[in-house]
């Protein structure tokens, strides 16, 4: 682990913990398990490109998600 890889995991941990909170707060399912695997996927990925790829991808399945009516 360096100093890049936990401050990206930081960053994308502390995005999941915001959407989790606003998921709980007004009980909804998609913003809670995003916001759940935003928190927990950082630690199984050592490279900063992919996991902010990773945060890309998800953020944006989320959002359409959310936009489809989910």
Do not use: H, N
């Not at 399912?29 to 759940?36: R, S």
């Not at 050592?46 to 359409?64: D, F, H, K, Q, R």
């Amino acid at each position: 682990m360096d100093l890049e890889s936990l401050v990206a995991g930081f960053f994308v941990s502390s995005v999941g913990y915001v959407l989790f909170s606003y998921g709980r707060k007004l009980s909804r399912i998609p913003q809670m398990c995003g916001g759940l695997i935003l928190m927990v996927f950082p630690y199984f990925v050592p490279s900063v490109p992919w996991m902010l790829v990773i945060a890309g991808v998800l953020s944006t399945l989320i959002w359409v998600g959310v936009k489809m009516g989910f």
